[in-house]
């Protein structure tokens, strides 16, 4: 808890990580030439010490040794004490975090890491209790034994960091031929191979939500008319949803489960895990019909919209697992307090629902919510009809948030993140599309419009992080790739030129601040940053789609729509660049895969040319009536709008016709225009049937 006296120089932070730590009796710094000055200055080691704010185990380390007089007293002794927020400066965290994982074969956070005073890592680890426990070294014994030697031996010390650094040197990729179609079809194989037939997920606990990899499965299902695959995917949708892993009472997915059943979660609920699960849940209803999607979905939008959502339009980054000093206390039940809630009458039936039991499911004897029997079960066991229970269900959710919500919350991490806010965009602008609701639209707009206000510097390029009114950190390719592809998706919902225009823009930027020499390569640093250990290359998904992965999706989609070859030339190198790797670790390039399979389906555009808004609206009501994932939909109203469009659209010649009309091009082939619902279905479905038989090759 933060006291009145703060007693280190993160008090003069903006980053929410950093204050938490503004009172420990360490002398932390914050990542910069002063602090490597000092380390320089007085030939001390640096204590690197990176986390993020919702981070369970960094508020345990904190408790254990930062708060604590006798770690402080040595680290202040010996050290330079560095605090990072990896949230705002991933660049550091990838490439310390890779440090560790190739130095002992794990990582996680906090991380640890030991440097030189020129910045070289000679010792990284993750959390260490206090002193030695249960078999993990403590951090005084580490701290202590890299102190003393390098008091007495430095050069052994140098030499070793020295040795370590040697081998980070740049990574140039591996280019391939370009892949085949087949290799899309196989990571798919690979990746459902690993389907969980009793609980649905496609790894082994812990289980990651992993919205990317989902996508993929859902849209290579549905195009591909693969009922065995798409069952996967809903029985995996329908698992998370039911498990503990997703709020019912307000709303949205906590960060992962600890368990196989995804039951236990760790709560911290995350921006970008949700946009990503929006995307799905809002997909597979327009998909499939099926009115738990929608349900889902809009749960997922509620909460973001209610508790993510800043006055200003953007949204905030994540809240913590823990509230009163333990994991999960905001959202877990006891048995007693849940029946005084539900009352006598009804006090069984929502019980039996919700999973509430007097022993529990949780630490202490509480429980966490999940859907431990169906709709149909509930009504039944309580004499009701489906349709006569759900009201009363309703009603008792809102008694369960109003009264949660009389609790101590978790911290708001309340920075605004440009990328992470570029994929809630996306997800509540498809999400609009998808479920007929004009406010999800409206408040990704909000968003964007937010980011182009705040986050934008002077000279256009974008900005990292905005807290209270301060923007800061030049921007990393991630939130480039990110926003882009959330201006895409608000382009192809409220069909407003101005964003494809941003778009297009921030793309051509992205490219010169970020392509490596290797011809579909790219840094997650610009080439004017920070000159750093190494410059940083993210090829895999995390937690987080990789940047290039959706970098590749939003050229394929650029090219499209503009039919302009270097968006297609800019994908296609990323595909040859990312061959290899998408053959040998398909989970790890879901994201990618994805990007290939649109290209593979080559998205159709479809230009409606019409002089009144009135004249279009029912041509585009036809088509969005269907699911059409690969597919971007284009208006032209007006001569002053197809002024603007001529500006983006390399074949302008279509604004030239009279009169109503769809015009369908896909990969520079174009379909005779059509003027009514009916060819309009025709064209669509023979482009389709096209794209499955005839998969389109590079040029």
Known sequence: MIQDKLTNRLAGSNSPYLLQHANNPVNWQEWGREAFALAAEHNRLIFLSIGYSTCHWCHVMEHESFEDEEVAALINSAYIAIKVDREQRPDIDHIYMDVCQALTGS????????????QKPLFAGTYFPKRQKQGRPGLIEILSALAAEWRTNPQKLKDSAGRIAEHFVEDTGFACSFPDERLVMNGVEKIAGGYDQRYGGFTAAPKFPMGHLLELLLNHALTRNDAELLHKVEHSLLAMYRGGIFDHVGGGFCRYSTDARWLVPHFEKMLYDNALLLRCYASAHKATGKAVYREVAESIASYVLRDLAAPEGGFYAAEDADSEGHEGRFYVFAYEEFMQLAGEAEGKVFADYFGVTPSGNFEDGLNILHLHSSLEEAAAVAGLSVAEFLPRLADFRQRLLNYRSQRTRPLLDDKIITGWNGLMIGALAQAGRYLARADLIDAARRAALFVRKNLVSPAGRLLRCWRRGKAEITSFFEDYAFLIHGLLELFRSDYNSEWLKWAVELHEQAVALFAGRQPGSYYETP?????????????????????????????????????????????????????????????ATAALLNALRRYYQWPPRLLIHAKKLSDAEPLVETIEKLYLPDSVLVLAIGESTDQSLKTLLSDTELLSGSGTMVQICQQNRCLKPVTSKAELIEALRQISAQALANPAKPT
């Open 107 to 118: 990582g996680g956070w906090p991380l640890t890491v030991i440097l030189t005073p020129d």
């Open 527 to 587: 080439a004017d940053g920070e000159k750093l250990l190494f410059r940083p290359r993210n090829i895999t998904d995390g937690a987080l789609p990789s940047a290039r992965s959706l970098f590749a999706d939003n050229s394929v989609l650029l090219a499209s729509i503009t039919g302009n070859s270097r968006f297609t030339d800019l994908a296609t190198a990323i595909f040859a660049d990312g061959a290899s790797l998408m053959l040998r670790a398909p989970s």
